[in-house]
């Protein structure tokens, strides 16, 4: 008579149920959404890393010397398991919802994040509240501008004397605009991402912006460039754009932080919606 | 036909045969062949005159004289001979329990008979002396039985008698604790009874405890969306945030403890003891660097070194150097030094503050945790581990020649448990950060002293609570730059690496409690001395 090593048996399960998972969010390309594509090939590693351990334990379980495990200990391991699920299939119901329901939806979804990643003020201050008088210190706002980044060697992409700046070079033109705000005043500039709007900004200034994220989805914070524009009303928090515009320097309150005079804005129906990620 | 097997283990003295003598006494056993072997003789002699009751039943006591040694022959023959329906062998503690145990597993033995149950009898009064002494062996019986007795109970006094049932339970959770009373009847002056100590109602209880809860939340959400879409949106959302933070904190750490593990069981598999003390220098304090600078090999953060520095203790490192490894890694793997220096650009003094910082907290407080403990003490939680291997790579002497196969059989299998142990302590602590990250709301409103000394404890104690990898937090310290000042930002870039919550919990699970606040409490002693006198323009 055989008898299962039921200890086993779930330790395998559980193995496996996590290495799915990680395959699933690969193939689909998902896990960009929560960690950072350095950490990408550590996935793959980890994931064939339980496999094989899996594997070798399938060996081991068709006898049991105790008859009684602490269940316990697996528990732990089965609640994220549960919670993968149960949201998988959540957000695979969102979307088949109606039409007008996937706007609300995804909109509140990134009010939630862009709530959660105030711009580099404060980066857990969740309710957005922050009194303080001075103007977006955006994330690469230097206090000390010596110009020494690690990446001298790139340059802007430059076409018809218009700064193009989309998601893949989105981190390193911001860099060097913040970082030489003198040099680029005055340049037309185009640009994608999402508006940012909170109240320490004035009626007409925006942000327009992106996630970015340095190691998992733990630390996402908006990243954009400050911009003054008109009719802003059409363009609630979150909705992409495209924007096209001159560089100025504003020196409102002391320090040269460059801003974009906005000249053409148009709605981005098909954004590019990924993450930027610094290095 | 299955002839079920009674293992007796347990120390001469112990009891066994007593035990062994009330158990043939009773009820349920009637009317089979029972076939008791003893391994060793003891004071007490079974009661061979049981035989002669009115029961059909027949008791063989068969005594190993010691040349011979019980194997998988051995039982045959004497299942042969006497067609037993039940066999109880009498094992001497000091015998490797595995042994035995694994003549049962052997496949021509398990068609005919099958373990019925694993006994270890303990003398309370002894067991500390045996457990201090000989503490692989007893702990090996204990953690493969599925029933211990404890003997002499009353002799013990209430607080020394809960400190060993403590220490029983820490090797086998599973186990039914008996205690045997001997209760005073006036007829019969010495009838004896073993009483189970403790039900096992919390082996039931909790996990239906977790799953409660569980579907608590669920149904909730449900019935929140039945009634109002808005207000289950909202709630939704903010599950969304939470699970985002948690899954993607579990996503990128899963890999790291795994490495970890995998590090922590090939040094305890392919290197042997010898070579690897060699590898450290002698000098404590020159080891200490040595364990420091390592970090710069491993690209691990955090979660990844907790499983490596308990290898190196298992595989009796300096406390010194292991502690150091631990506290460093995270600081001076390159990943996170790289990160540094792009958060803070142009601010070069910070990224070797923070290393350097990092490295002479770490060596101090290693230091003073090696002068701070007893060289006999034992730091590490040994829950799990002992005894369950068979691998044969456990024990300080195994033998080099082993097949390579059965090694990376071995380090998988070790990396498993490993990860199985540390992960789970690592999911509560990204729980409970996670839910810090998404609650905890910092306004700038918030009262920033201008005092120094508040303001870096300010930091160091963000730094615990919201336990960001340490790849990543100079990019969240640099968001504090604007309330705090430089130096109070330094607490939470070189304390939080080394003390979060998801840490501390890990910490807990894989040491000793006393040893765990010991290091916490020196940890943060040394670097609050440390980052407040040292000025960084």
Redesign the interface.
Known sequence: MKKLNIENIIKILILLGFSLFYFRIIVNNEIIKYVHPRIVPFVVLGMIAMVIIALFLIKDSFYSKKKKFKIKNYIIFIIPLIMIFFMQSTSAESTTITSSDINANTGSNITSNSNLNNVSTNNTNQDNNSNNGSTFDLYGGKTETDGQGISDKKELDIKDNVINVNSKNFVFSLDEILDNPDKYVGREIEITGFVYKDKTLKENEFIVGRFIMVCCAADLQIAGLGCEGTNLEDYPNDTWIKIKGKIKNDTSDGTADPVIVVEHMEKDLNPDTSYVYPF | M?IKVEIVIGFLGSGKTSFINSMLQGEEIQNEIIVVIQDEFGNCEIDSDLNNEKQQREIRVIKNDGDKEINADYIKKIIKEYIPDRIFIEVNGMKNSNNI?NIF?EKSI?KIC?IDDIISIIDVIKFPMYFRNMKSIVSTYIF?S?TIILNNVHALKKKEFSRVQKEIKNIN??ANILKHVTIINKREPKEEEYVELEKHKS?LF??FL??GI?VFI?SYLSTLSMVDINTY?NY???F??F??????????G???I??GS?VSAIIQICISRDRFIKLFPKNIFLSCIVAALAGLLFPICDCGTIPVARGLMKRKVPIAAGVTFMLAAPIVNP?SI??T??AF???KSVVIYRVIAGIIIAISVGLIMQFCTRKDEDILNSSEEIGECECGFCNDNYEENTSKLKKV?AV??H??DE??NI??FM??GTFLS?IF?????????MYIPNDDRSSLLIMIGLAFL?S??S??DA??A??????FSINSVMGFLVVGPMLDVKNTIMLFGSFKKKFVLKLIFIILLVSFGVLINCKLA
């Open positions: 299955n145990i597993n398990k099958k493969n599925e959770e599973t082996f909790t996990p977790y799953l569980l669920l949106n939704l959302d903010k969304k945030k699970y985002n933070v948690f899954i993607s904190i579990l996503i990128q899963f890999p790291f795994l490495i995998f990943i790289v990160a220096i792009y650009q142009g601010m059989r998988f299998v990396a498993g990860f199985f992960g789970k999911i509560i996670s990250q998404t609650t905890v709301s910092l306004n700038n409103s919201l960001v990898c790849t990543s990019f969240i640099k968001g504090f730059l604007k309330q």
